[in-house]
């Protein structure tokens, strides 16, 4: 796993435990190159996702980019690390238990506003306002950028 810190890919792991009630291994590594800490997680994947967004075009679903803007909207919210993964996991598995492999994005962010709705209103409103304005153009890059402002600093 490449350092995402120097870049150098020779990192080594320093303890794996289970996370999220076992639906996750969570490894801590070590970069010896610049000293570096991240942790990463390995997670069950069912299938393969395709993101079909509304001009047509089609892209690997990415986990990441989905916390990304998740994790924005929950900024400085009183809701757990732990809870933000589990509805993560949920809304990936709800994703991939929809029988398709094929997932507009459309869908997918009302999965994501559906969700947070259950756990923080405000986090909730802040996604919905970004991402009514967001249907016409629906790139998660661009849309994670629109979120960013109303939350200035990165957690
Ligand atoms: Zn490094």
Redesign the pocket.
Known sequence: MR?P????VD?QVKDSRPAEDHVAIRRRRF?P??A?RFTTYERVQLRDLVVIKSTGRREDFDRDKLERSIRIALQKRPVEPERMDQMISGIVRRLESMGETDIPSKAIGEIVMESLARIDTVAYVRFASVYKNFQAADDFDRFIDELRPASKTEA
């Open positions: 350092c810190f120097c870049g150098n990192t970069c190159a610049c570096g």
